[in-house]
Each structure stands twice: as C-alpha cells, then as structure tokens.
C-alpha cells in the first residue's frame, strides 16, 4: 500500500463532503486532495487529480455517481472506487460492483469501517461487507431464481426502482437529470424485460423480490 493513501470525494451535499473530509484527515495514512459535487466533477477529478480512492456516492445532479463510475474506470482504471451510498446493498451493490466498483458502503456504517475500507481497497483488493458478501453468496448457491432483474444495468435498476416506488416518468427524469423520452425510452425497456404491462406491475415485482424498503 502507498505511503499515504489520496482520497477524492465525490458528493454533492458540501457538508458531507466537509464532514468526511475533517475526519478522513485526521486518519493516520489518509489524506483528502480532492472534492467533487457531480458525476462530472468525479471524472474530471480523476483525470487531472492523483487519487488512490475515489468515495463516489450514488444521486448526483447531472450525470450521477452510476453512470459516472464506467467512464471513470475507463480512464482511471487503477483508482479505487469506493461506493458510499444511502441506498440499502440489496438495490445496487452487486451491479456496481460488477461494473467495477472495489467496494460498496452505506452511509449508516461506522467511520472505522470507512477507514478500514479505503485502505483495503487502496491495495488492489475489494471491500466486501458481511450484506453483500450475502448477497454474493446467494446469486452463486442459487443463480437464476433471484429475478430479471439481475440481468439489468444499474441505471436501469435506478429507474425502476423509483419508478416502482410510486414516482412519475416527469418526476424521475427530474431526480435523475435525464429527458422525459430517455425515462420512457427505459421504462419500455424495464416492461419487455421484466415482463410487466404497468407500473404498479413494476411495484408488484420489486415487492415481491424485497426490493422496496
């Protein structure tokens, strides 16, 4: 592991990003030099700034922390990215981590299991926390009973999800910065995919795979 391990934190509520700063810098071996506020941001940063870790969280203004996370793993691929996200592991910490992500945390853990987990990850490996390490486990002991939609992308999952919570296709364009065409543009794709004729037939399948809280 490098000496001291440059943390980018990427987060567009400034007092999270102040609150993970002054505590991150007060860790031995870890420093904070850089910030973001967009998915963007996050990519320019991991461009033009030295970063070991990147912390990325998920619901960004313009483009968010999902579909930024490919784009900054093809251009910085040896900076960690170290999901930290308000959104429980079961709705998106497999996708993500398949599509590159070292690790996925919600923001409810403990800042030890931050720490623990930017500098394991700053070592090449990946942080696998007991919840997802369940959820792993559960797709190789039993790989096809969990659902279509396993086979979905995380942005596709990111507008089910809100679409399956009640919200409008104008309501979840607006949340995640998309047109309204693009929103139904995946809408008809989550239909034929998941075989639903509705949207509270999309409420339906997301209840009964326990993917609402």
Known sequence: MVAVVRVGIADDHPITRAALRAYLDEQEGIRVVAEAASGREAIDLVRTQAVDVLLLDLDMPGQSGIDALTMIKAKAENVAVLV???????????????????????????????????????????????????????????PSPGGAHEQLSARELQVFLKLAQGCTAGVVAAELSLSAKTVSTYRARLMRKLDARSNSELTYYALKHRLLD
């Open 84 to 142: 930290l996200s308000g959104y429980p592991e079961h709705q998106y910490a497999v996708p993500l981590i398949r599509n590159g992500a070292s690790g996925y945390l919600n923001k409810a853990c403990e800042p030890g299991e931050i720490t623990s987990a930017i500098r394991r990850v700053a070592q090449g490996a990946r942080y696998i926390t007991p919840a997802v390490a369940e959820l792993l486990a559960a797709q190789v002991v039993t």
